[in-house]
């Protein structure tokens, strides 16, 4: 369900030609967010949730703006964000796993009995946001202007489609699916962990591996520019 989920933003995203490394991490964010507002501060939990919607869809506009205002590449802007996103939550959450969550937070996580199977609630919603996608890309002017953007963002500028619009409306939406799938944990471990996955002890990697990829596609771009001339 979680990777379903995130994959319904990420495909949306690869559709305009764009990429999202920072999902993962983003989503630990609005995990963190969400779980501390409800069991630390004792924030009504749907308030908390919205919170934590709200973040992810934040940093999803701020990729969205970087990528179309500051014209920035998209591996480059959410390579970017995705060491922001887990400085913040280690900083945040201290390293700590959340535990004790109320149930409007699970409730997704729920199960029904179909014959002799039992279906998660989580599992009905990822189909249901399928289905909407779906109708969405393949029926409305919205996602006829997605596809036009994704093959060719000239020609759909020229066009008179608002591709900087599109845009960032795609990132926002691909923030706002990131912070989904907390919703639609199980109940049994109602846990929250500051990185995306099972709980673990959580060890700071070298500088080097955060810094190589930007290096290598800082290297590889120079290398086609060059290869063009």
Same mark, same amino acid.
């Not at 000239?154 to 591709?163: C, D, F, S």
């Given at each position: 369900m979680v990777v379903g989920i995130l994959a319904i933003g990420q495909t949306l995203i690869i559709l305009t030609a764009g990429i999202d490394l920072s999902c993962g991490m983003v989503m630990a964010l609005g995990s963190m967010i969400m779980t501390k507002f409800?069991? *630390?501060?004792?924030? *009504?939990?749907?308030? &908390?949730?919205?919170?934590?919607? &709200?973040?992810?869809?934040?940093?999803?506009?701020? *990729?969205?703006?970087?990528?179309?205002?500051?014209?920035? @590449? @998209?591996?480059? =802007?959410?390579?970017?964000?995705? *060491?922001?996103?887990?400085?913040?939550?280690?900083?945040?959450?201290n390293a700590q796993i959340i535990s004790n969550l109320p149930d409007e937070m699970t409730a997704l996580g729920n199960t029904f009995s179909l014959g002799s199977t039992e279906v998660s609630l989580g599992t009905v919603t990822m189909i249901a946001l399928y289905a909407l996608a779906w109708f969405v890309l393949r029926e409305t002017a919205p996602g006829r202007h997605l596809y036009a953007v994704g093959n060719n963002a000239?020609?759909?500028?020229?066009?008179?489609?608002? =591709?900087?619009r599109v845009l960032v409306t795609v990132y926002a939406?691909?923030?706002?699916?990131?912070?989904?799938?907390?919703? !639609?944990?199980?109940?049994?471990?109602?846990?929250?962990? @500051?990185? @995306?996955?099972?709980?673990?002890?959580?060890?700071?990697?070298?500088? /080097? !591996?955060?810094?190589?990829?930007? !290096?290598?596609?800082?290297?590889?771009?120079? /290398?086609?520019? /060059? /290869?063009?001339?």
């Open positions: 409800a069991v *630390n501060y004792g924030i *009504n939990p749907y308030l &908390a949730i919205l919170c934590g919607l &709200a973040v992810t869809t934040g940093f999803g506009l701020i *990729n969205g703006l970087l990528v179309t205002r500051v014209k920035l @590449p @998209p591996f480059i =802007v959410t390579l970017g964000t995705l *060491n922001i996103a887990f400085a913040i939550t280690q900083i945040y959450s000239e020609a759909a500028r020229l066009t008179g489609i608002r =591709v900087d939406l691909a923030g706002l699916f990131t912070a989904l799938p907390r919703c !639609c944990r199980s109940r049994a471990p109602a846990w929250a962990t @500051p990185t @995306p996955g099972k709980p673990k002890t959580w060890m700071p990697s070298p500088p /080097w !591996c955060w810094a190589a990829p930007a !290096c290598l596609a800082g290297a590889a771009s120079s /290398w086609a520019r /060059w /290869w063009v001339r």
